[in-house]
């Protein structure tokens, strides 16, 4: 069974930087590529970042360029979103999610991890 694990949220103040890490479990990652989404209360779901199988392409949502960095470490089976200069705006639930194309389209992913919580306050 496909299994996808979200760590690293918490409580951050303003400006402050977040590693968020997603495992899987029951494959490999590189099989897929990856996308970090996020959805806050009342709000839709949206796509923040995404990275290719082989990790040579990555793709971000305007919101986060230059903030948020997207990488692999094949040997841990993992993928990372890097965040830095976070804002209150920033405060979701993020989620990781498994599919065949590196875009940042909800539909175009298959397998979805259960989320972690990121809250940007002073």
């Known amino acids: 069974q496909l299994q996808l694990v979200e760590s690293g949220g918490g409580l951050v103040q303003p400006g402050g930087s977040l590693r968020l890490s997603c495992a899987a479990s029951g494959f490999r990652l590189d099989a897929y590529a990856i996308g970090w989404f996020r959805q806050a209360p009342g709000k839709e779901r949206e796509g923040v970042s995404c990275?290719?199988?082989?990790?040579?392409?990555?793709g971000y949502a305007d919101s986060v360029k230059g903030r948020f960095t997207i990488s692999r470490d094949h040997g841990k089976n993992t993928v990372y979103l890097q965040m830095n200069s976070l804002k209150a705006e920033d405060t979701a639930i993020y989620y990781c999610?498994?599919?065949?194309?590196?875009?940042?389209?909800?539909?175009?992913?298959?397998?979805w991890g259960q989320g972690t919580q990121v809250t940007v306050s002073s």
């Open positions: 990275i290719s199988g082989s990790g040579r392409d990555t």
């Open positions: 999610a498994a599919g065949d194309l590196h875009t940042l389209v909800v539909s175009d992913y298959e397998y």
